[in-house]
């Protein structure tokens, strides 16, 4: 039995899609069956609660096998990263009592700085409150998703896919969710390790090519288009972050746009990501079409 947070999101879900796929059984902590029914009609074991709540961790963790553990995506944190903070203070105090055999934890590129961070700030703030834990714990640091492009298949039809990376042309870490829950439960499942150790997972790939893909997929001619750095609070406004609260967002792209969240990072293994940013929009295109 393995635990799988977060299993109604994207990474959450594609890593218990792999672990069922392997044959293994999967718990998750939901705060919302109705949500998740599906998992359950899939034989998931659903416990109630959220991260927020130690006691339902500590409950969760019961007699598993392995931990998939991450933090929820705060697009807006408070100046002091309360909410992430909390959350580990959680975990600690779970996995402390629990004690499982081994916990894979979702982190990022980058997280291995303290500063200059933006959002990403809350993942480094998992791998230094994890640091005094003696459990065998892997953080996978991944680079940005390919599935934050799919807005491409809306937007992009006239040919531009605007975008933060600037210049487009430039590689940065970029990886397929798919790609995250295939590492994790590779993690998980395979061969036991001692200690902490990190794993930087993607592929270099430039904003230039994401949009060539795109365009393969909508049969279009697409270019990146790099939007000005005046223009990002407004852009992430539209998006959903609230106005005047895009700092820490901005943040990420100005740390990827000036090199600090790169692979090479010392003592970090280095696991290539196995999906294109094309495969990624196929199978979001086949899904809306059906």
Request: hydrophobic share 45%; with cysteine.
């Amino acid at each position: 039995m393995f635990l799988v947070t977060g299993i109604t999101g994207k990474v959450g879900g594609a890593t218990a899609e792999h672990l069922l796929a392997h044959g293994k059984k999967v718990r998750a902590l939901v705060r919302n069956r109705e949500k998740a029914a599906h998992w359950a009609n899939r034989g998931v074991e659903l416990v109630d609660g959220d991260w927020n709540d130690s006691a339902a961790i500590g409950h969760a963790l019961k007699g598993v096998e392995g931990a998939f553990v991450m933090l929820p995506a705060v697009w807006a944190p408070s100046p002091d990263f309360k909410e992430a903070r909390g959350v580990i203070a959680n975990y600690v105090e779970a996995l402390t009592r629990a004690s499982p055999p081994r916990v894979v934890a979702l982190s990022s590129m980058g997280a291995n700085r303290t500063s200059g961070l933006g959002m990403i700030t809350a993942l480094s703030l998992l791998e230094q409150g994890f640091r005094d834990l003696t459990l065998p714990i892997a953080y996978v640091r991944a680079g940005g998703f390919f599935e934050n492009f799919l807005y491409g298949l809306h937007v992009a039809q006239g040919g531009t896919l605007p975008v933060c990376y600037n210049p487009t042309d430039r590689k940065s870490t970029m990886v397929a969710t798919s790609d995250i829950g295939a590492e994790v439960t590779a993690l998980l499942t395979g061969p036991a390790w001692s200690g902490h150790l990190a794993i930087e997972l993607g592929s270099m790939v430039s904003a230039d090519e994401v949009a060539t893909q795109l365009g393969e997929v909508l049969k279009v001619d697409v270019n990146a288009f790099a939007v000005p750095r005046a223009g990002w609070p407004a852009a992430f406004e539209q998006l959903g972050v609230p106005k005047g609260q895009t700092g820490p967002a901005e943040a990420v792209y100005d740390a990827v746009n000036s090199g600090w969240m790169d692979l090479g990072v010392e003592g970090t293994e280095h696991v290539p990501g196995a999906t294109s940013a094309r495969d990624v929009f196929a199978a979001a295109l086949k899904a809306a079409t059906e």
